[in-house]
């Protein structure tokens, strides 16, 4: 096997809790323990002002294969997520068609990601039939199949008594209830957040009740049911809230919000522009702010990339036809070190961030440290993020011919 040697180079260990300069030795994605003698190593890579870190743990990506390749393949998004330091990747269950409720075409779906794709794809079961919002799911065959967790993604339930079975049964199996909570009488038609631009632009609002709403009220029924529930996809300062008293309760509760939340608000939205259309929707600048400072404090626990590539048609209808979504793998390390260099986060607490804290909110922590390999960072490399340059399909994102600064530029797997 191949002995790669990075010298000098800045080593980010979330288990270890560990962050020193260190010369190291790397075969089939380890760290070697053992010194070696020139002659066995293939490679010498100067780490000088690099950081080496775990590859990250991606808790919402649409991949768009099965039946929308239009938008992006298990091939194409799998290869961004792999050379942006992305092996393990959460897909929700919409894809069209939903194969996500039949445990059996889950196995396929994963394999066909590894061999496709190169990446470790864990699927979240669709938690009704369909995603139909009437029945429950065969959710005893959706973890046989390999589902840990599901969610019926941004489907609307029929009624509350659904809502209920399906955690009582999910929590029977000890599987993960995944919400990206959204109160659809509220939401609406929405496509934006409501606030000063959407009035002046005359926009359907998505007021930030439809989502706080919808947490109230499922964390009641997770207090009632004991499910273990995450909460994907924040966007309101109010959520942040309404999480921090669950856990303060022993609740058993996590969430997440996407690394786009962290940085852009609907200001983005002036003008019309369909890149900045994205559900939940962008917010303000003070949900922003909020959202970073729960990351920090852990009431909110990982940091995921969201990503929804799209074609370049799906954004040129006017503005609320628009499909929502962003392309999100190639701008998450920049955005990452971005984080870092407004002083945020330390090299390491984010590194925790997108790396062993998503993992163990997946309860795959000891998984992903045996399948992890490693990812080369260098935090000072200014490139401009445009077409040529996202590897994503996808090239759906208003950061579009922005120039940035950090990106991951190796990664080494078994």
């Known amino acids: 096997?191949?002995?790669?040697?990075?010298?000098?180079?800045r080593v980010l260990d979330p288990v270890k809790q560990t962050d020193q300069v260190q010369t190291v030795h790397i075969e089939n994605g380890k760290l070697l323990d053992t010194q070696l003698d020139q002659s066995q190593i293939a490679e010498t890579i100067d780490g000088q002002g690099k950081w080496l870190m775990p590859t990250m743990v991606d808790l919402c990506a649409r991949m768009r294969e099965p039946g929308q390749q239009q938008h992006g393949t298990l091939k194409s998004e799998g290869k961004a997520a792999r050379e942006n330091g992305i092996l393990h990747v959460f897909t929700p269950p919409d894809s069209k068609p939903i194969v996500q409720d039949n445990g059996a075409l889950i196995h396929g779906l994963v394999e066909k990601a590894m061999l496709d794709g190169g990446i470790y794809l864990q699927v979240i079961g669709?938690?009704?039939?369909?995603?139909?919002?009437k029945q429950p799911a065969n959710m005893a065959g959706l973890k046989k199949g390999g589902c840990t967790a599901v969610t019926n993604a941004n489907a609307p339930f029929a009624d509350d008594d659904v809502v209920?079975?399906?955690?009582?049964?999910?929590?029977?199996l000890d599987m993960t209830v995944v919400f990206y909570a959204e109160e659809h009488q509220i939401a609406k038609?929405?496509?934006?957040?409501?606030?000063?631009?959407?009035?002046?632009?005359?926009?359907?609002m998505i007021p930030a009740l439809a989502e706080t709403i919808a947490i109230a009220k499922y964390l009641l029924m997770v207090e009632v049911t004991g499910v273990h529930a995450h909460f994907g996809l924040l966007s309101c300062a109010e959520s942040v809230e309404l999480i921090k008293i669950a856990k303060a309760k022993g609740l058993p509760v996590t969430a997440d919000v996407a690394m786009h939340q962290l940085h852009l608000t609907d200001a983005l939205i002036d003008g019309f522009n369909p890149l900045a259309h994205v559900r939940p929707p962008l917010r303000s600048e003070h949900d922003k702010q909020v959202l970073r400072n729960a990351v920090r404090e852990g009431v909110i626990d990982a940091i995921c990339t969201h990503h929804e590539p799209l074609s370049s048609s799906a954004k040129m209808a006017p503005f609320a036809e628009t499909e929502p979504g962003l392309t999100a793998f190639d701008s998450y390390v920049p955005l990452g070190v971005q984080l870092i260099k407004e002083e945020l986060f330390?090299?390491?607490?984010?590194?925790?961030?997108?790396?062993?804290?998503?993992a163990k909110v997946a309860n795959m922590a000891e998984r992903w440290e045996n399948e992890a390999g490693l990812v080369l960072i260098d935090p000072e490399l200014e490139w401009t993020l445009d077409k040529k340059s996202i590897v994503s399909q996808g090239k759906n994102t208003p950061l579009i011919g922005q120039k940035v600064t950090g990106k991951a530029i190796r990664t080494f797997t078994a």
């Not at 096997?1 to 180079?9: A, D, F, L, Q, W």
């Not at 209920?164 to 029977?172: D, H, P, V």
């Not at 038609?189 to 359907?204: K, M, N, T, W, Y």
């Not at 090299?347 to 804290?357: M, N, R, S």
Request: include cysteine; hydrophobic fraction near 40%.
């Open 126 to 133: 669709a938690q009704t039939q369909g995603l139909n919002g």
């Open 189 to 204: 038609d929405g496509c934006v957040h409501e606030g000063f631009i959407a009035s002046r632009q005359g926009l359907p």
């Open 1 to 9: 096997m191949t002995i790669v040697k990075i010298e000098n180079v």
């Open 346 to 358: 330390t090299p390491l607490q984010w590194v925790e961030k997108v790396t062993l804290a998503p």
């Open 164 to 172: 209920i079975r399906t955690l009582e049964y999910a929590a029977g």
